[in-house]
Every structure is written in structure tokens, then in C-alpha cells.
């Protein structure tokens, strides 16, 4: 836990304004991002303090696969079925704001804005898929 972070904070229901959506694994939580790039727009984190995405290694993937589960039932339980128009990724420094890890859940993608079309463009040098 890092009290600086706003992340951390969050996790913890330490930010009163920032609800947390249901998430079935206990070490992870979801909400809503602050500046929406789609009509969904999710955040899945993980409770426990990571850094950004350059720190993921091998033994990670069984992570990244269940932050992606719960983007997932989170877009079914927000009523979003169409998981063929799903982007979701992270933000590779420095272009991330926040040092520690998130997955980007955004839907429908192909309703992402012309700005959002490049900050979440899939597999650029800043933000990898």
C-alpha cells in the first residue's frame, strides 16, 4: 500500500468519490474512469501496490488474464454483450499517469472518439494491448 497513491486509495474505499463496481476477485477492484474515452470505460486494478505495466513478468499472466475476465463481466454486468468491440490495454510510460497498474476496459470501440482513436490505438508506443 502506498497512501500517496491514488489507486491504492481507491482500493482500500479510502476516495468517497470514486465508486467501486462489483468485482468477483478479491484482489482486484473496478470503476469507472475519471475521463471516459468510450460510453464504457472501466479501470481494473489491483489491490495490492504494482507498478506499471514495464514491470509485468511471465509469472504476471495469470494476473493480466483475470484483470481481463473482470473487464469483462463488468461490461455483461453494465449490459455491454458485444465483447468482439472491446479494446483493452495498458498505458506504457511515460504515458501513463498513474504508477500503478491498470487495465484500460473500453467499450464499444468502435465509438471511440477521434482523440480516444490515439490515445488507445492498439499496439503504438504507448499503449500496448
Known sequence: ?????????????????????PCEDEDLVCFRDIKPGAPHHYLVVPVKHMGNCKTLKTEHIPLVKRMMEVGKAVLQKN???????????????????????????????SQLGFLSRIYYRINTYWFIT
Do not use: Q
Request: aromatic residues 12%; hydrophobic residues 40%; glycine residues 6%.
Open 79 to 109: 449490459n455491454f454483450s458485444d465483447l468482439n468491440d472491446v479494446r483493452m490495454g495498458f498505458h506504457w510510460p511515460p504515458f501513463c499517469s498513474i504508477a500503478h497498474l491498470h487495465l484500460h476496459v473500453l467499450a464499444p470501440a
Open 1 to 21: 500500500y502506498h497512501g500517496k497513491c491514488v489507486f491504492c486509495r481507491i482500493a482500500r474505499r479510502e476516495e468517497p468519490g470514486t465508486a467501486l463496481l
